[in-house]
Nanobody
């Protein structure tokens, strides 16, 4: 089982990034998928989750309207589109599969001018 995140980087406040998480080693279409993030000195927190078909999503209340989770089961990939980024969004972002209880290695997102 492998989850590999990509797409992080340095972005200015108000900017956008799209994170990707490629999955392998399990039946991706059978797993709810989630994005979490962990800022320095803080606990890891749930950002968003998406159902197996993509028909249902949920978000942390503070992020609704700015972040969008989606998935492409044909590509075994889950995405996180992040808009209107703020310095407080700076964190390492991880994808997670509850089906396998596996985490990706994380991708750093830094929002700074």
């Amino acid at each position: 089982v492998q989850l590999v995140e990509s797409g992080g980087g340095l972005v200015q406040p108000g900017g956008s990034l799209r994170l990707s998480c490629g999955a392998s080693g399990f039946t991706f279409s059978s797993s709810i998928m989630s994005w979490y993030r962990q800022a320095p000195g803080k606990e890891r927190e749930l950002v968003a989750s998406i159902s197996t078909t993509g028909s249902s999503t949920n978000y942390a209340d503070s992020l609704k309207g700015r972040f969008t989770i989606s998935r492409d089961n044909a590509k075994n990939t889950v995405y996180l589109q992040m808009n209107s980024l703020k310095p407080e969004d700076t964190a390492v972002y991880y994808c997670y599969s509850p089906l396998t209880a596996r985490w990706g290695q994380g991708t750093q997102v830094t929002v700074s001018s």
